[in-house]
Each structure stands twice: as C-alpha cells, then as structure tokens.
C-alpha cells in the first residue's frame, strides 16, 4: 500500500486521539495567544461603555448550556463593564434552559459589585414564544413579564419605575446560541427600533455580517475570538474567552494540518494514476 | 363545512393580523395582545398532547425492542424526577435544589459534551472531504483554511493580511451569498403565506 493511500484511509480514531491531544496540550503547558481586536466588538463595547451612572440596558441569556463555553464568557465581559460603570441592566431568557445559568452568573456578579435585584438590575426570567415575547416586550416588559424571576412584581422594583418598554433602555445585546437572534433583528430591531447588538456562536457569525453592514446591527462578539476580544478591550486578564483561545488555536491547528497533509496525499495519488 | 370553516378562520385571522402589524393604534395593540395570549394558550392546550405522545412512543420502543428498554426507562425516569423537582417555584433559585443539581451536574455537562463532540467529527470529517476534487471544492477549501488561520498566531505582516482578506471574505462574497438566499426565503416565505392564508396551500390540514 503506497504512502498516500495509507494516509488517505487513515483510522477515524487517529483523528481523534490527535485531537483530543491538541486540546489537552494548553491545559498542560500555559499558552498566550495574542488576539487582535474587531471593530464589530470594538463598537459594542464602545456602546456598552456609555451605559453609565443609572442608564439601562437590555441583556438577553438566548442560549443555553450547549453554547455556554462560547457565550457565557462575553456575557460575563459585559455585566463586569456595565455594573463596575453603574449601569443597570433588565434581563431576560428566551432560551428555556436560559434562565438557572443566568441566574448562577447574575447572582455572582452582583454580588462582587453589591449590586441589588430591584434596583440595580432585573432579571425577568424566561417565556417561550421568543417572536411573541420580544413583540409584547415593545409594548411594556409588564406584559409577558409581570413578575421577574424571583416572583417579584415589576411595579415593585423601584428600578422599573417609569420604564416600559425598549425605548426606555439604551440598547440590547442578545446572547443567542439559536434562533432567537433572527427574532430580535426583525422584531426589537426593525419594529421596534431599538439598537441592537448579537453575541453569538462562531459558526453563527458568518450569518450575522449582511446586518451590520445594513446598520440593523451595531456590533457582533463572535465566538471564544470575540469574547477574548472583548476581555481584551475591557483589560479582564483572566477571562474564560482568553484562556479558551489556545485551546482554539491548537485545535483548529490541527484541522489546518489534517487539511494540508490529506490534499497532498490525495494529489500525490491523483499525480500517480496519471503517470501510471 | 369541515373544509371551510379552517380555511375562512385562517384568512380572517391571517389578514387581521397583517392589517394589524400596519396599523399603529392603541386598538390594533391590544387586538395583537390578545392574539398572543391565544397562541400562548393553543401551546399549553398542546402540552398535553406532546406528553402523551412522548410517553406512548417510549413505551411502545420499549415493549418492542429490549434493546431500547434501558433508554426508554432512563426517558421516563428523566421526564417524571424533572416534574417532582420543579413542583414548587422556589426550588428553581435555590443552588441547593433537586432541580439546580440535576441543572448544574446532569444538564450542563451533558449538553457541554454532546456540542463539544462535534470538534472530532469536524475534524475527521475535514480530513475526508476538504479535498480539492474540483475547482469549486478547492475554493470553498481555501476559503474555510484562511478563515481558521486566523485563530492561528502568524507573523506579521502575514496576520494583517490574513486578517484583511477574512474581513473581504466576510463583507463581499459571505455577504451577497448571504443576503441572496435571506431575500430569496424571505420573498419564498411571503409566497408560502399568501398561499396558506388564500386556501391555495392546504397540507397543513392534514392532507396533499
């Protein structure tokens, strides 16, 4: 058998240990991996910079535990930016896994800024419907949100009071590990107007670019790259979007190696037949 | 009448609603309100239905294959622990909880490996098909290895330039794919609509 078709029908399973060998290799040895900034994740955090001193703004948990290694870092970036500013936030799940992460993640980070349910922030829990949720929160969040998560009315939270709907915050910025992303564009954005921001999934982004050129977007935090990126601009040293990046690099590292070496062995095999 | 009735109910329902997402008063936002709690009520009224055929279906699985009986028992165990652990609402915020354990120790690391498997069935699957059989095959391979050696440290001024051709990628041939086929399902979905709400497209009755 030939060098090339050995190598051609190479063992799935020497794929996989090669790779699960590659992501083992950062969490052995310490990596740095230098990570350039975008200027899709630079605008949002720009934005996200002047929700300062009592201004609000909308953070939505559209993903759940799947996506959660990608998303739940540039989640973390932003509520760090926005409580050390004194911002507030109103939060909301579509994701109907959304809701007991979210809530790990609110109650530890309020708590490093002592920040209060109520009056610091509001976190609305989940309702399913994503379309129905966003179109009825253009009305007022007291519609499909009577009660935040912890069973507290809105009318109660002094944080609530004289704010209804979307053109009471800055802005949102929607998490989404699915659909609900499509959603917000066509629903918070185009009905209703407010900007609007996506963190999603790195094999998501590519579906996100016609809308920032189309200004439906203001910003996009890209995968693990965007929320390192976004650590980077917000100077978190040891976020999990920066630590998570070489074990990227290393794997993808090694999907570029297994692209090279099966196209040499397949045109070594192709240059071959020809000669034969 | 069996025929009729759900086809004048679609259309009235189908264009009120149209005439409602235009017509911005007080009136028209508490008609879409009211609409929304339908659809809200339709879904649980649906619930039911999708238990039922939930347990049906794993029991009927496990009757006729033994092989399937510990998954179908694992489905029902699953389905019946979840609904004691989630009777009373305060044992949702509580880290202590049936519920937040079963979330944090079962859901969580169960999702987190299924998504994370994906990485080795790309990769293998990299190694069989990125091959560039074809002159369109060795565009979309070149494409996909300049967008992931972007993740990869370079040298500059390589980086700069990779970068500067993922970002052209990504703005001009991504963008006009992307905005083709969004304008082509768009302009399709409004089609498939207009079709279903004149009674011209009636499969979702039930029948050709």
Not at chain 1, 200 to 209: I, L, R
Not at chain 2, 117 to 145: D, G, K, W
Request: hydrophobic residues 50%.
């Amino acid at each position: 058998m030939a060098w090339y078709d050995r190598l051609l029908a190479l063992d799935r399973r020497w794929i996989y240990v090669i790779l699960a060998i590659a992501v083992i290799i950062p969490a052995i040895f310490e990596m740095h991996v230098s990570v350039s900034t975008s200027t899709e994740v630079k605008a949002v955090h720009s934005f996200v910079g002047e929700i300062r001193d009592g201004k609000l703004l909308f953070l939505a948990f559209d993903y759940d535990p799947s996506t959660m290694a990608e998303l739940h870092p540039m989640t973390e970036a932003i509520m760090h930016q926005v409580f050390k500013q004194d911002g507030r936030l109103i939060m909301s799940s579509l994701s109907q896994f959304g809701p007991p992460m979210a809530n790990q993640l609110i109650t530890r980070i309020a708590g490093e800024y002592g920040k209060e349910s109520g009056k610091d922030f509001v976190f609305l829990g989940y309702k399913p419907y994503p379309a129905i949720t966003i179109l009825a929160m253009g009305t007022d969040f007291r519609v499909p949100f009577p009660l935040d998560y912890y069973n507290v009315p809105l009318d109660e939270s002094p944080m609530m009071e004289g704010v209804h709907n979307f053109d009471d915050v800055e802005g949102v910025v929607s998490m989404c590990g699915g659909n609900a992303a499509d959603m917000w564009i066509t629903y918070g954005n185009a009905k209703y107007g407010v900007p609007l921001a996506l963190g999603v999934t790195g094999v998501m982004a590519s579906d996100y670019y016609p809308y920032l050129q189309s200004k439906q977007l203001f910003g996009l935090i890209p995968g693990i790259k965007g929320a390192a990126e976004y650590e980077q601009l917000s100077d978190i040293k040891d976020g999990e979007g920066l630590r998570g990046i070489p074990y990227q690099t290393t794997s993808h590292a090694v999907v570029l190696i297994f692209i090279v070496v099966t196209n040499i062995a397949f045109f070594a095999k192709r240059s071959a037949a020809h000669r034969i | 009448m069996k025929l009729q009735i759900p086809l004048i109910l679609v259309f009235l329902c189908g264009f009120t609603m149209i005439a409602q997402f235009m017509i911005p008063h007080e009136f028209s936002e508490d008609l879409f309100q009211y609409a929304n709690d339908f659809v809200i009520v339709i879904g649980i009224l649906a619930l039911p239905i999708g238990i039922y055929s939930l347990m049906s279906s794993t029991v009927r699985k496990a009757r006729r294959n033994p092989n399937e009986r510990l998954f179908s028992i694992v489905t029902i165990f699953g389905f019946v622990i979840m609904i004691i652990a989630g009777l009373k609402a305060d044992w949702f915020y509580s880290p202590t909880s049936l519920s937040s354990r079963f979330f944090d120790y079962i859901l969580i690391p169960a999702q987190a490996t299924l998504f994370s498997l994906l990485a080795f069935y790309i990769a293998s699957a990299a190694y069989r098909a990125f091959r560039a059989r074809t002159a369109l095959a060795a565009v979309l391979l070149i494409t996909a290895f300049v967008i992931m050696l972007r993740l990869i440290p370079l040298p500059e001024p390589v980086s700069t330039w990779n970068n500067t051709f993922v970002r052209w990628i990504l703005e001009v041939p991504n963008m006009a794919a992307k905005r083709a086929i969004l304008i082509g399902v768009a302009l399709g979905g409004i089609t498939y609509s207009m079709k279903i709400l004149l009674g011209i497209e009636r499969s979702y009755m039930g029948g050709d």
